[in-house]
């Protein structure tokens, strides 16, 4: 295994000399759409900006985009203009137009079960498309962490994931901890954009594939400046802060029927002929001691 990841390594060293310096973005939708496209680095790198130049450029190819989002910052910047605040009642249905799921309201674990959710049924409706659906999830470690590909809990992912190229789907993954994703997403990138970091285990994550070498650079990249690997290449890019403004509409979603229907009554207990036969009893007595009475 060693010499695997020291082949792998040293491969990866011998693309990086290769590298150009380039200020053009860099994003191939062709293979967007049969493979992984993971986004890396630390706060504030620019992670987003590079996810939302991916999502307008799949947009102008006719490609429905669907954000998982809980930072509110796709609603302020991207160009997608439908939003749905996720509430954890909600059931969210495939949406046919490009749309950001706005989870900021749910706590993680609410969070990864709506997204579990929303890919089994997605699944489900892409076996009967042949439209091309491209999910970006923020945060992507919530719902493709380390050894999720066998958990059950996280099966619909996980299928996504590893054959839904097949049903036309595909998925941009952007987490600032490369170590806790499921080894299989990153494995399945043929395109990844990794930005500054120097945080040590994701330092030690990246120094397992790119070598020690090329590794130093993160450290010395600035904020929009990321390395671009595609097709066994590196380049290094430079982005801007990305603006856009695309007025935004929130989409509603109702209430379950159940959350507005009045709590049943309960039903009156019914009296028992036991009862009744001793109220009979008592009223028949205090009849007859009365009727002595008077006779007296």
């Known amino acids: 295994m060693r010499d695997h990841a020291r082949s792998e390594a040293e491969q990866w ?6 590298c150009e310096s380039s200020d053009r973005f ?32 799949l947009q102008s190819e006719s490609v429905t985009v669907a954000v998982f989002d809980s930072s509110l910052d796709w609603i ?4 997608i203009s439908r939003y749905i605040t996720v509430k954890p009642y909600s059931r969210l249905e495939v949406p046919t ?3 950001i799921f706005d989870i900021s309201l749910l706590t993680p674990l609410e969070q990864q079960r709506t997204v579990e959710t929303f890919n089994k049924a997605l699944f489900e409706t892409q076996l009967h498309s042949e439209a091309h659906f491209y999910i970006i999830f923020e945060e992507a470690q919530l719902y493709f962490p380390l050894n999720s590909i066998r958990a059950k809990r996280f099966q619909n992912s996980a ?13 941009c993954a952007i987490s600032q901890f490369p170590a806790l994703v499921d080894k299989e997403l990153v494995k399945n990138a043929q395109q990844i954009y990794i930005g500054c970091t120097a945080e040590p285990n994701t330092l030690a994550y990246w120094r397992g594939i790119l070598g020690k070498k090329q590794t130093k650079k993160l450290k010395a990249l600035q904020n929009g400046e990321f390395l671009y690997y595609h097709r066994n290449k590196i380049d290094k890019i430079e982005i801007q802060p990305y603006e ?3 007025v935004k509409k929130q989409i509603i979603m109702e ?10 009554k309960t039903a009156t207990p019914q009296k028992t002929d036991s009862y009744a036969l001793a109220k009979f009893l ?3 007595g205090i009849g007859l001691i009365i009727l002595l009475l008077g006779a007296i």
């Open 76 to 79: 302020r910047r991207s160009s």
């Open 26 to 57: 860099r994003f191939d939708t062709a293979e967007a759409m049969q493979t992984t496209t993971f986004v890396s680095g630390s706060r504030g790198n620019g992670k987003s900006d590079v996810a939302m130049m991916i999502a307008k450029q």
């Open 13 to 18: 060293s011998a693309y990086t000399e290769q």
């Open 159 to 171: 299928r996504v994931l590893t054959v839904g190229r097949n049903l036309n789907i595909s998925i």
């Open 97 to 99: 137009q490009s749309t």
């Open 282 to 284: 008592v009223i028949g």
């Open 255 to 264: 209430k379950p029927k159940t959350e507005n229907q009045p709590l049943p």
């Open 244 to 246: 856009n403004s695309t």
